[in-house]
């Protein structure tokens, strides 16, 4: 009888450290989230067309001049479905604009280091989504950031949950990212213009878009911003022309409505997104609003690098091949190969062996099927 209630007293300690332990948890989210808030509008309140005063200055002429061609350098990196974008300025500052995916975070730690930068002057996430914050919690671990913008929305999930404590742990300040705030660039002028708005039903509308202009040349990074936010940034009288267009939300028909895209009238667009994603990412509709323009797709070309001196640009991709495919596929768009996911044999679009739909994969060219370990069909030969 005593062991009975001994037991029964135990599973009831037990149970209370549970609900004790589920509330810390809840507790500490609870204020992460209004640090965050608080963070949020402190910065708020000198939002407007402040520029904000920072000691960037006596960075020049150091070691963190990484970049003395003298041009600015736009990296588009590859990260599947998710955005992630370094950009350099010639002065070496660097900005990073989101990160992909968490699994995607170590990639874009390497890339950066890769170039030679071990700091990251600005960081911006453009919204809460984790294909697009869910890698920063390694670069905020791993590379010295000064400033990081989000702008002023909370989340429930685990990725943001664990962007707050990183931040926190770094005692990192949140600056609020809102149209009309200015980022102190030493040379050129980066400024967000979205999000207008401060109540919106998903998050994408929440996204940070930033212009940026350097002498002539300017670039367009719209995060997931819909259609609505397009509109805003219209109806706000925003000078929205820019040579490079991130075309927002991976090509989504959510978002590039004509109005918008005439107003930005690009050269260049940018699409970020995996093959063969589960979204259909880009869809043909955006595809279709994009032609004439020379498109850019991280899924077949891999890592997209523009370089401008402020007049000329000069675009490499980390798929050659790719690139050249690209040319070709302008007429049919999207699709180049197509893989059979049972057999692992891959086919050219036209053969007569393709496989039933659901068990088809996609891919830019022969050398990415063969990279996942397809080999090539015996009667079309690709
Ligand atoms: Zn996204
Ligand atoms: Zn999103």
């Given at each position: 009888m005593l062991l009975f209630w001994g037991r029964l007293y135990l599973k009831f300690l037990l149970q209370e450290v549970i609900v004790l332990r589920q509330r810390i948890h809840k507790i500490f989210v609870v204020f992460l989230a209004m640090l965050f808030l608080l963070a949020g509008c402190s910065s708020g309140d000198q939002s407007g067309q402040q520029v904000e005063q920072m000691d960037l200055a006596p960075t020049i002429g150091h070691k963190d001049v990484n970049n003395d061609t003298g041009e600015l350098k736009v990296h588009f990196i590859d990260v599947g479905q998710g955005d992630s974008i370094l950009i350099e300025t010639p002065g070496g500052q660097n900005m990073l604009i989101d990160a992909g995916e968490r699994d995607q975070g170590e990639k874009v730690v390497n890339y950066i280091k890769s170039q030679g930068i071990d700091k990251l002057h600005f960081v911006v996430g453009t919204h809460p989504h984790s294909d697009h914050i869910g890698g920063l919690v390694k670069v905020i671990e791993s590379i010295p950031v000064e400033k990081i913008y989000l702008p002023r929305v909370t989340h429930t999930s685990r990725s943001f949950e664990n962007l707050l404590e990183a931040i926190s742990n770094k005692g990192l300040k949140i600056s609020t990212a809102v149209a009309g705030v200015k980022i102190s660039l030493a040379d050129g002028e980066a400024s967000f213009i979205a999000p207008v708005g401060e109540d919106y039903e998903g998050l994408n509308n929440y996204s940070a878009v930033i212009k940026l202009t350097y002498g002539s040349a300017s670039f367009l990074f719209t995060g997931d911003a819909e259609k609505l936010s397009e509109k805003e940034m219209l109806a706000n009288g925003t000078d929205l022309k820019a040579d490079v267009l991130k075309v927002g939300h991976h090509g989504s028909v959510s978002s590039t409505s004509s109005n918008f895209l005439q107003a930005v009238s690009p050269e260049y667009a940018v699409i970020m997104c995996g093959s063969g994603n589960d979204y259909g990412h880009p869809h043909k509709e955006t595809l279709a609003a994009l032609s004439g323009l020379e498109v850019y797709r991280t899924d077949s070309d891999g890592t997209i690098i523009i370089s401008t001196d402020g007049n000329n640009y000069n675009i490499t991709t980390g798929n050659k091949i790719a690139a050249q495919d690209k040319v070709v596929s302008?007429?049919?768009?999207?699709?180049?190969y197509i893989g059979n996911k049972n057999s692992k044999k891959f086919h050219r679009?036209?053969?007569?062996n393709l496989p039933a739909e659901n068990n088809r994969v996609y891919f830019a060219t022969c050398e990415e099927a063969v990279n996942q370990g397809y080999t090539p069909c015996g009667s079309c030969n690709p």
């Open positions: 302008n007429k049919d768009n999207s699709v180049y679009t036209d053969c007569a």
